[in-house]
């Protein structure tokens, strides 16, 4: 059975996006963003709800061409690309950059999805994380928890009808005083 993992950067007061989508608060040192980069290259495949799917795809395929770019980013955007994606969504209806799209219901192709052989999944986007953690699909939740509190927006976690217990496995301090910390779901 594969490990599902929702990890994303989040601010101190847990919002990963606040108000306008805007994330430009939770951009990574080169350490941090590479601690990602080693993470994506290390995923059997990536889940992603439409509009953190839309972010990375308007982005990620061309990083590498652009004026400035450093050595990581060409390195992130070509493991990006290679990685196996699912994109979650029944308002979009294409998708691009070795990834399938599923219209269908979300738990239900998780669920299948997490029943095959193969290399841990990481799932991003509040919403379709939303979904997963109700229906108890995660086993590890990952935060960089920036330094900064933007007193709303999007939060990492929804509101949960059941307890959720969790033991710590990892803590990691980064530049500019970001804390990595990852939690194993007790089940």
Do not use: C, H
């Amino acid at each position: 059975m594969r490990k599902l993992t929702f990890g994303m950067n989040v601010s101190l007061d847990g919002y990963i996006a606040a108000s306008g989508d805007d994330i430009g608060w939770s951009v990574p040192s080169e350490e941090l963003f590479q601690w990602w980069s080693d993470r994506v290259g290390a995923t059997g495949v990536a889940l992603y709800g439409r509009k953190l799917w839309e972010t990375m795809s308007t982005y990620w395929p061309t990083a590498g061409q652009q004026p400035g770019v450093t050595p990581a980013e060409i390195e992130f955007a070509r493991r990006w690309q290679a990685m196996p994606k699912v994109v979650f969504s029944s308002t979009i209806s294409s998708v691009d950059w070795n990834t399938r799209l599923v219209t269908g219901d979300a738990v239900a192709e998780i669920t299948r999805l997490k029943a095959e052989d193969g290399g841990p999944m990481d799932i991003g986007g509040a919403t379709l994380a939303a979904a997963a953690m109700r229906a108890g699909l995660i086993d590890e939740y990952v935060l960089a928890t920036a330094p900064v509190l933007v007193g709303r927006g999007t939060p990492f976690f929804p509101a949960l009808d059941n307890w959720v217990n969790l033991e710590l496995v990892e803590t990691r301090t980064f530049p500019g005083g970001v804390v990595l910390t990852r939690y194993e779901t007790k089940r």
